[in-house]
């Protein structure tokens, strides 16, 4: 009888802790899936940008992609130093960049009317650190030392010569150390 | 083996037994707690079939879960609004076992799109390669059109053809699923939308026969 209530006490306990460390972690887990994919599948580097075409039915590794968007996305870690990015971005339609940290909560977000200009200058450094060189005029302080940096272009019109001249300004956009 | 070491070995898979019993019941209470607690906590509010997230609270753990599951990289609710009816205008679930009309106008917003996506929240597989409309290859219904519950005089009116069988001029694919859902996308919407998200006008689904 000693030993039933030691069993069900530990369920209870252990029970209680997988309820309130899936709760929790739940969304690291998902990034932690989703990073390890896309490292899989493109071969990616840390600090590069990968350059995604327009989704369609065999994109799955993000729920609910909106097909109207050319993705460009990059694992960044900032244990080196501060990362500038650089790209020409279309004028005439909208464009964001987002930083999210692994725990996926969306940190930082500016659009083209935001930024007032096509050429994309920012610097995106850790919060408290110094910049010695200061070229940009977008800074970006991320919290954390590692997270996801996710643009989106949008294309509403799907001609493929349309969505070439948008992939051009795409393919523009890049990391590069300080 | 002596009885003393196989009464203990019996207790450590005992053990083992019992936690691992009771991690899958605690994970699986914490997935189905994510889900139920959106309508618990009123994350989200109602405007007809559509629920919309007006504070995408990230601070609060559930929201956050539920958020990396159904929604990952969602953007800020100042950025954009998600409209999502998993329902049509009687409160039905969408299948594509039936088809429907979406009857709308275009909201306020400098960027809007249709989306429909499955049960696992993808995109859906068609022939057609149509996963949704936007204001600019959306085809407007014309000014004569007229239709009772939509706003008059305007060239912003639209009606969408929901079905897994190609039908009309906005055709939407819905394929084989038994759950489907529609997200209304609003980029940047004018203040008058995020005043009113509970009775912003927002497109009626409605069955209609086959």
């Known amino acids: ?178 | 083996m002596s009885n003393p070491i196989k009464q203990k070995l019996k207790s450590i898979l005992i053990l083992l037994l019992v936690i691992l019993l009771s991690s899958v019941a605690g994970g699986s209470f914490a997935i189905h707690k994510i889900r139920t607690n959106t309508k618990e906590k009123n994350f989200m509010i109602q405007n007809g079939c559509w629920s919309v997230n007006p504070k995408m609270d990230l601070t609060d753990r559930y929201q956050r879960a539920l958020i990396s599951m159904i929604g990952l990289f969602a953007l800020r609710e100042s950025e954009v609004l998600y409209f999502i009816a998993s329902q049509d205008s009687d409160g039905q679930p969408l299948s594509s076992e039936y088809n429907y009309i979406l009857e709308g106008t275009a909201p306020d917003t400098r960027y809007w799109s249709y989306t429909l996506y499955g049960e696992d929240y993808f995109l859906v597989k068609n022939e057609a390669n149509k996963f949704g409309f936007n204001l600019n290859n959306i085809q407007y219904l014309p000014d004569s059109s007229n239709l009772p519950e939509l706003p008059k005089n305007t060239r912003k009116n639209h009606q969408i053809s929901i079905s897994s069988e190609p039908k009309g001029d906005n055709w939407l694919p819905c394929g084989n699923e038994q759950q489907f859902y529609i997200n209304l996308r609003m980029y940047n919407p004018s203040p008058s939308v995020y005043q009113h998200l509970e009775s912003v006008y927002l497109p009626k689904i409605k069955r209609v026969e086959q």
């Open chain 1, 1 to 178: 009888m000693k030993n039933l209530y030691k069993y069900i006490l530990i369920f209870l306990v252990s029970g209680f802790l997988a309820y309130q460390l899936t709760i929790t972690f739940l969304p690291n887990i998902i990034y932690k899936i989703f990073y390890s994919k896309v490292m899989e599948r493109d071969r990616q580097e840390v600090n590069k940008v990968n350059h995604i075409a327009l989704p369609t039915d065999d994109s799955k590794f993000v729920v609910m992609p909106n097909p109207d968007f050319l993705y460009a996305t990059a694992f960044y870690d900032l244990s080196e130093g501060p990362l500038r990015l650089t790209g020409n971005m279309p004028d005439s339609t909208y464009w964001s960049i987002a930083f999210y940290q692994p725990n996926t909560v969306n940190w930082f977000v500016k659009n083209d009317i935001e930024f007032e200009t096509s050429t994309l200058d920012l610097i995106l450094k850790e919060k408290g650190t110094e910049l010695t060189v200061t070229r940009s005029s977008d800074i970006a302080e991320s919290p954390v030392k590692k997270g996801l940096m996710l643009i989106r272009i949008l294309v509403t019109d799907n001609s493929p010569e349309v969505v070439e001249r948008y992939q051009n300004w795409q393919k523009t956009i890049q990391f590069q150390k300080l």
